[in-house]
């Protein structure tokens, strides 16, 4: 049998009225799932006319993201401070202490994350220019090195805004580990867009994790956004997520953000599971998921790579969320995961606040770690 859903405004329990027949108000009972419901039959339209929309909303971020690089800076303050000895190295630099200079650079980027192709790469590309008379002083190399790394991430990766079509609703999944910080950052995305004028449904799929749901419901209080979960344990994640997808597109919402259950990329069974969320959503609406965003833990550093390449063999990640950078002094893990794999970074988790997940911006990026 199908598993019970409910979906409900924050504060909102499981009604236990007798079921209603359909009408304007009431409740709906529909292939087993029962949810609350409060439209009138003209909410039934679903827009295609949306793409105005989702440009002014990607528009708006961004103009939001310009306005909170103070928080971007602050929050990558320890790989600031890891590659502030740059500034050390370079103030008395001369041309007779290049290979010392370069060699002590490689091992600073390295300890910053930024992996050994990378580091490599960036200093010899610097010691030919050196040695080539392009580059003439200490000051130069730093613009060369903060230069390098932005071209490397606009040209791996340039597509960093939300890509959310033109159907209504665009569904944006949200996968990842245990323990990356998943669950929240579907909150605070869901607290930007909704502030930037999204009407916002979350569906409450990771139902392996006992208390995932409430704490999605907690968002839902938080954010003043609307909410689908399971009502009995062990329900399939795809049945929550079709049936939140439903209801966005008969109700008109903007966005649907769907949570998944947290896996190791390394177990088979769990993997699978979010193909199946996949293709039930994409039934539902055409084009859907427009977006798969993978939440990796940014205190890992290099460690998230190998997750990083199995959900994306296995799904098709449109996007990255890198979290708890604030508490990382790794921050170059940025760099190395756009380079090895080409997928995007959308937003970058700088804080606790709810307001600390920040669109990602390269060239922003590179400022905050090279000031």
């Known amino acids: 049998m199908a598993s019970l859903l409910s979906s409900r405004l924050p504060h909102q329990r499981p009604s236990n009225k007798p079921v209603l027949p359909p009408s304007s108000s009431g409740s709906i009972?529909?292939?087993?799932?029962?949810?609350?419901?409060?439209?009138?039959?003209s909410r039934f339209k679903c827009s295609a006319g949306g793409t105005g929309f989702f440009t002014k909303l990607g528009r708006l971020?961004?103009?939001?993201?310009?306005?909170?690089v103070e928080k971007l800076f602050s929050g990558f303050s320890k790989t600031r401070d890891n590659l502030a000895v740059i500034d050390e190295l370079l103030l008395y630099w001369n041309l007779s202490d290049t290979d010392r200079v370069l060699d002590e650079l490689e091992e600073v980027l390295l300890v910053s994350d930024f992996g050994p192709k990378i580091t490599i790469k960036i200093v010899e590309s610097l010691r030919e220019d050196i040695y080539g008379g392009k580059i003439k002083s200490g000051s130069e190399i730093k613009s060369a090195l903060k230069k390098s790394i932005l071209d490397l991430l606009t040209s791996k990766a340039p597509k960093t805004e939300l890509r959310l079509g033109f159907r209504k609703p665009a569904v944006i999944m949200i996968v990842g580990v245990n323990g990356g910080g998943k669950t929240t950052s579907l909150g605070k995305l869901a607290n930007r867009l909704k502030k930037e004028g999204a009407k916002i449904l979350l569906a409450a799929g990771d139902t392996f994790r006992a208390a995932?749901?409430?704490?999605l419901e907690i968002w839902a209080e938080r954010t003043g956004c609307e909410i689908v979960v399971a009502e009995k344990e062990k329900a399939k994640a795809s049945s929550v997520l079709s049936q939140a997808v439903k209801r966005g597109k008969e109700e008109g919402f903007d966005i649907v953000l769907c949570d998944t259950s947290g896996r190791l990329h390394t177990n088979y069974s769990l993997m699978e599971e979010l193909v199946a969320c996949k293709k039930v959503v994409s039934k539902i609406v055409t084009g859907a998921p427009n977006e798969?965003?993978?939440?990796?833990d940014g205190?890992?550093?290099?460690?998230?790579?190998?997750?990083?390449r199995e959900f994306n063999d296995v799904v098709g990640v449109t996007g990255l969320i890198l979290t708890k950078l604030d508490g990382s002094a790794r921050g170059g893990c940025v760099v190395s995961v756009v380079d090895e794999l080409g997928i995007p970074v959308k937003f970058v988790g700088v804080g606790e606040g709810v307001d600390d997940l920040q669109p990602f911006n390269a060239e922003e990026f590179v400022n905050a770690i090279f000031p």
Do not use: C, W
């Open 61 to 68: 971020l961004k103009e939001k993201a310009k306005s909170d």
């Open 292 to 296: 798969i965003l993978l939440v990796l």
């Open 212 to 215: 995932a749901s409430d704490q």
């Open 29 to 41: 009972l529909l292939h087993n799932f029962t949810y609350k419901t409060r439209f009138d039959q």
């Open 299 to 308: 205190t890992t550093g290099l460690n998230m790579l190998p997750q990083a």
